[in-house]
């Protein structure tokens, strides 16, 4: 069982996952406007894939919007 905290909440896991399952797990609709913060560093893209979480890790989506005058 892992622990990975996600947009500062705790959630555990049966075992090590992808950054790119934990997208798919926490119904991002579109990913592709999402940035990824993992452990206080930005995640490219690219890796989403490749990146397996570990016990402990921290992971914060962050959705931009756009507005104003």
């Keep these: 069982m892992i622990t990975i905290t ?3 909440n705790p ?3 049966e075992a090590s996952l992808s950054l790119a399952k934990l997208i798919v797990l926490n119904n991002i609709i579109q990913p592709d406007m999402v940035s990824v913060q993992l ?3 930005f995640v490219y893209k690219a890796d989403y894939e490749t990146i397996e979480l570990k016990d402990g890790d921290e992971v ?3 959705y931009f919007m756009g507005g104003g005058q």
């Design 6 to 8: 996600v947009n500062g």
């Design 39 to 41: 452990n206080g560093e």
């Design 60 to 62: 914060d989506f962050l």
């Design 11 to 13: 959630h555990e896991f």
